[in-house]
């Protein structure tokens, strides 16, 4: 499987069990969004992007996350964290918990 296919795989299961997750774009790339705000997507590197926060502590997942740094001449986006398709296992999981963030 690769990491578009594993991708929406993750967006079906998604949106067939949380009523308000629907497929988006996040900077032209495929995303899912949760009441029409972006919660994850995958990158033009083919890496999962997640928006889990500022105080989100990445070890919790076994996993060493980066910040999301889609700009050469900017810092990177805050809250937003990439995680390659080498670690693929745990791109549910992160999504999951990148929708509780959304959740009021």
Request: aromatic residues 14%; charged residues 30%; proline residues 6%.
């Amino acid at each position: 499987m690769e990491e578009k296919e594993l991708f929406e795989l993750i967006g079906e299961q998604f949106s067939s069990t949380h009523q308000e997750v629907e497929p988006g774009k996040m900077m032209s790339s495929p995303a899912l969004t949760f009441r029409g705000k972006v919660f994850c997507f995958i990158s033009r590197k083919n890496r999962m992007v997640f928006k889990l926060g500022n105080d989100f502590d990445g070890q919790a997942f076994g996993v060493e996350l980066n910040e999301f740094n889609p700009f050469s001449s900017k810092g990177p986006l805050r809250g937003w964290y990439e995680l390659s398709y080498d670690d693929k296992e745990q791109w549910e999981p992160l999504a999951r918990k990148a929708l509780q963030m959304m959740r009021p």
